[in-house]
């Protein structure tokens, strides 16, 4: 049974797509062991809660330095004994010191088609905002391996979204996680429960 833990910073809606793929069977070998958020008011702690999943809070306003977080977010990350961790819109850099021990075991969804509209500032909106900017035909998501970079490592899974005529960066952002992000991220953890990623 693979222990997954979730980081994730706001309202999970990424956490609720992998709870409802477990609960239905569509993930298989895996369990929810924790979520983890660096926002007290976070929804997605209810959402854990809801799942009688334990919703533990590690905020970088608790610490006097950046380097205490770091540490104890790992600490409570290894106290949780986690096969893999998934980042479900996790708006904190994941310290150094956690990719190099959990090497190949920490996945990222991101909102956009990557290499396009990725690392440094593109989050949430943003990147649909950019998309719309840019005016591409195509947008989707991408569930990536973490590694020091941002938004830089191995891809794992990416599907397309069409933009649409008279999409504003709500509605494609709306699109985008029904379409494509709550399907790759129940699929990748499915596929890494079951062996069959590469």
């Not at 793929?21 to 702690?45: K, M, Q």
């Not at 990725?118 to 035909?137: I, N, Q, S, T």
Request: a negative charge.
């Amino acid at each position: 049974m693979l222990k997954v833990g979730v980081l994730v910073s706001g309202g999970g809606t990424n956490l609720q797509a992998i709870l409802d793929a477990i609960d239905e069977g569509r993930v298989t070998n895996a369990a929810v062991e924790v979520v983890i958020s660096n926002n007290p008011g976070a929804f997605a702690l209810k959402r854990a809660g809801n799942h009688k999943i334990p919703a533990v809070c590690v905020s970088p306003k608790s610490f006097e330095s950046r380097e205490a977080f770091n540490q104890a977010l790992l600490e409570t990350v290894d106290s949780y004994g986690l096969d893999l961790i998934v980042l479900a819109g996790f708006l904190v850099k994941v310290p150094e010191m956690m990719i190099e021990k959990y090497r190949n075991r920490i996945i990222n969804i991101h909102p956009s088609l990557i290499p396009s509209f990725c690392g440094v500032g593109y989050y949430g909106l943003k990147v649909h905002e950019a998309a719309l900017k840019r005016g591409v035909k195509l947008t989707g998501a991408t569930v990536h391996f973490v590694d020091e970079g941002m938004d830089s490592g191995p891809i794992l899974l990416q599907k397309a979204v069409e933009v649409l005529p008279g999409d504003t960066p709500e509605i494609l952002q709306r699109r985008v996680m029904e379409e494509a992000e709550w399907q790759l991220l129940p699929q990748a953890i499915d596929m890494i429960a079951n062996g069959r990623v590469s």
